[in-house]
Nanobody, 125 residues
Framework: QVSLVESGGGLVQAGGSLRLACAAS????????MGWFRQAPGKEREFVAA????????YYAKSVKGRFTIARDNAKNTVYLQMNSLEPEDTADYYC??????????????????WGQGTQVTVSS
């Protein structure tokens, strides 16, 4: 069992930045691929970014590549999402999740096993 708690969401103007954090407890954090997903009102959940167990490999959705950066600190059992140049279209609830057994950074959301409760990000125009 893994418990994930996101933080860092809030209200920001377009062009601004936010840094989300996801603190994990339970099984060995460094064993898991970690991902960030988001769900906007009335829309399906979508992939944002993923990071390998060591942090050496990352993968981003096209919509956020070049603006968002995923990172992890295995000593602190925490994964981060630095979001820059935010746009109103980035408004959503953001969730972190752990990849299932054998999952790579290219796994789909259905292959992620544990999920946090989410943190809300609102970008005003």
């Amino acid at each position: 069992q893994v418990s994930l708690v996101e933080s860092g969401g809030g209200l920001v103007q377009a062009g601004g930045s936010l840094r989300l954090a996801c603190a994990a407890s339970g099984r060995t954090f460094s064993n898991y691929v970690m991902g960030w997903f988001r769900q906007a009102p009335g829309k399906e959940r979508e992939f944002v970014a993923a990071i390998s167990t060591s942090g050496s490999s990352t993968y981003y959705a096209k919509s956020v590549k070049g603006r968002f950066t995923i990172a992890r600190d295995n000593a602190k059992n925490t994964v981060y999402l630095q979001m820059n140049s935010l746009e109103p279209e980035d408004t959503a609830d953001y969730y972190c999740a752990t990849g299932g057994a054998g999952c790579s950074i290219f796994c789909t959301s259905r292959q992620y096993t544990y999920w946090g409760q989410g943190t809300q990000v609102t970008v005003s125009s």
